[in-house]
């Protein structure tokens, strides 16, 4: 079990060091995360995921997929929610069947965001976890 950050906080920095990734706060994890292309933003974004015990779905970004097109990159549920997060890295558009994916989850009470930095993906889960 991954201890809350409210937790983490209180925590001597050695204490929460033996933890490895689990111990870290979500601002270390942001320092930590230097993005330099969209397959890294993922690679982050992924971690932080696993970090949390939080199950996703990713779509692969080195060959075609069979999924739908315009399935965002992570879908994945949380507190009860179906949650879904389409990664764009710097001016990064998001394309009309992508956008279409993510109006139809949030018609469908599910929670979506287009994320372009780790930070982004940090508030995203703190609103659906609150």
């Given at each position: 079990?991954?201890?809350s950050?409210?937790?983490?906080r209180?925590?001597e920095?050695?204490?929460?060091k033996?933890?490895?990734?689990?111990?870290?706060?979500?601002?270390?994890?942001a320092?930590?995360?230097?993005?330099?292309?969209?397959r890294?933003?993922q690679?982050?974004?992924?971690?932080?995921?696993?970090?949390?015990?939080?199950?996703?779905?990713r779509?692969?970004?080195n060959r075609?997929?069979t999924?739908t097109v315009?399935?965002p990159?992570?879908?994945?549920?949380c507190?009860g929610f179906f949650?879904?997060?389409e990664?764009k890295?710097g001016a990064?558009?998001?394309?009309?069947?992508?956008?279409?994916?993510?109006?139809?989850i949030?018609e469908n009470d599910?929670?979506c965001?287009?994320v372009?930095s780790?930070?982004?993906?940090?508030a995203?889960?703190?609103?659906?976890e609150?």
């Amino acid at each position: 079990m991954i201890p809350s950050q409210n937790i983490l906080r209180r925590m001597e920095p050695q204490d929460r060091k033996g933890m490895g990734k689990a111990g870290l706060l979500d601002s270390e994890c942001a320092e930590i995360a230097a993005v330099k292309s969209e397959r890294d933003l993922q690679k982050l974004i992924a971690n932080e995921l696993l970090r949390r015990g939080i199950w996703f779905s990713r779509s692969a970004m080195n060959r075609k997929t069979t999924n739908t097109v315009g399935t965002p990159d992570f879908l994945f549920c949380c507190r009860g929610f179906f949650c879904a997060v389409e990664v764009k890295h710097g001016a990064g558009k998001v394309r009309p069947e992508q956008q279409e994916a993510l109006d139809a989850i949030l018609e469908n009470d599910g929670r979506c965001m287009v994320v372009r930095s780790f930070e982004g993906l940090l508030a995203f889960l703190k609103g659906v976890e609150a």
